[in-house]
């Protein structure tokens, strides 16, 4: 098992900046990838950012060059800085993390999500 744990939400200013942490505890020896995922109200989930073991960050279109994704590997804690955040940024950020499972298996953790408000 592994628990997932967010941090850092909160409101601000169109503009402003935030950084969430999530934090991995658990069975975390074969963790093959971390990422972030929001759910702006009333609409589907969608990615926001991830990072896959021997691969580069990925971004979602609409938050490349302002998010940044890092990852702590000896603390199994996974950021995302978030820059000049606008209005359309408002939702609930979740922390997934991806285990291996055996030769080819994977299993998904999730957080309980943060909530990120952008007013105008």
């Known amino acids: 098992q592994v628990q997932v744990v967010e941090s850092g939400g909160g409101s601000v200013q169109a503009g402003g900046s935030l950084r969430l942490s999530c934090a991995a505890s658990?069975?975390?020896?074969?963790?093959?990838?971390m990422g972030w995922y929001r759910q702006p109200p009333g609409k589907q989930p969608e990615l926001v950012a991830e990072?896959?073991?021997?691969?580069?960050?990925t971004y979602a279109g609409a938050v490349k060059g302002r998010f940044t994704i890092s990852r702590d590997n000896a603390k199994n804690i996974l950021y995302l800085q978030m820059n000049n955040l606008k209005p359309e940024d408002t939702a609930n950020y979740y922390c997934?993390?991806?285990?291996?499972?055996?030769?080819?298996?994977?299993?998904?953790?999730w957080g309980q999500g943060t909530q990120v408000t952008v007013s105008s």
């Open positions: 997934n993390v991806v285990i291996l499972v055996g030769a080819t298996g994977t299993r998904g953790y």
């Open positions: 990072i896959r073991d021997g691969n580069s960050p």
């Open positions: 658990g069975s975390t020896s074969n963790i093959n990838a």
